[in-house]
């Protein structure tokens, strides 16, 4: 009989903090659960309290989750997009997180950043972007898929593509926990994306999102995130909004840290602003690859996508 062996001990940390007994190489990967609201600077104040107690617990990257910076505050449909930044721009809030990363030693994984686009006025786009222990952006990706939904019994309305224009590219970026697969938020749907994604060696998978509370409470949160990590066999980290940004949005939370075997190894309760981490262990990644090598078997000439 074949049998895998296939197994991870983890140890509490606190109630919202996992870390895993494999920490020998250090690669400790941490990720924040924050409310945002339209006021950068609170934003900022809260985000960078949970990258100081990052730091604290010896975490080499950190993640944000999508609009950690800004969330509309409900006043006006394009108030996001006029809120917009350069990433370069002089004393802009990309600055001051660069600099937070360059004091700490830290590496930075930034969710989802409303970047205004040179020459174009209408439209910004949704980034994610990575920044090293330097201050230096490495990498950057323009959120692929946006969500448009319009459900007039329910009283839903959103339309991300009028204001975000949609990037085209896959982003696989190194870092000195692994090589990382950026997404945001709606890109989770498309499992298309992430199997690019470990076909492009991808170790770890970042999905930073400010998920709707009725698909979370539905389960499509957790479900999908795991079924992410167990047809990719990589880690999933993903730090998520929480509660009400104001009274029409509210953010389902439940920020997730989740191993290759599809094993929860940390889950942030609703509405608590904290953090979680877990050392990344490349031989158990390794392990579950071989004891279900899923990709040697893909018949990826035969599909129809």
């Known amino acids: 009989m074949f049998r895998l062996n296939i197994c991870k001990t983890t140890i509490a940390i606190n109630r919202f903090m996992t870390t895993t007994t494999t920490t020998t190489n250090n690669k400790r990967i941490g990720l924040g659960q924050i409310t945002s609201t339209n006021n950068k600077d609170e934003n900022f104040k809260q985000c960078k309290r949970l990258i100081e107690k990052a730091v604290e617990n010896k975490v080499q990257l950190f993640c944000l989750p ?8 409900g006043v006006h449909q394009f108030e996001s997009r006029d809120n917009a930044e350069y990433l370069d721009q002089k004393g802009g809030i990309i600055e001051r997180y ?5 004091e700490n030693k830290l590496w930075l994984s930034l969710g989802g950043f409303h970047e205004k686009i040179e020459g174009e006025n209408e439209m910004i786009y949704n980034t994610h972007l ?7 952006i490495v990498s950057q990706y323009r959120k692929m898929h946006l969500f448009d939904v319009d459900i007039p019994s329910k009283g839903v309305k959103m339309n991300e593509s009028k204001v975000v224009k949609g990037g085209n590219e896959l982003v696989v970026c190194d870092s000195p926990v692994g090589k990382l697969g950026l997404s945001i938020c709606y890109d989770l749907r498309f499992p298309e994306l992430y199997l690019s994604l470990r076909r492009m060696n991808s170790d770890i998978l970042l999905v930073p999102a400010a998920f709707m509370k009725s698909t979370g409470e539905a389960g499509h949160w957790k479900t999908l995130l795991q079924a992410r990590a167990i047809e990719n066999q990589c880690y999933v980290i993903a730090p998520a909004q929480t509660g009400n940004h104001h009274s029409k949005r509210t953010s389902f939370g439940h920020s997730l840290i989740i191993d290759p075997w599809g094993k929860v190894l940390s889950e942030l309760d609703e509405n608590t602003i904290d953090i979680a981490f877990t050392d990344i262990d490349h031989s158990y990644i390794e392990t579950v690859r071989e ?10 000439n035969n599909y129809k996508i």
């Open 130 to 136: 990575i920044i090293d222990a330097d201050g230096k």
């Open 66 to 73: 999508e609009c950690f910076a800004f969330i509309s505050g």
């Open 291 to 300: 004891n279900i090598p899923v990709f040697n078997h893909k018949k990826l």
């Open 98 to 102: 660069q600099k937070l990363a360059q």
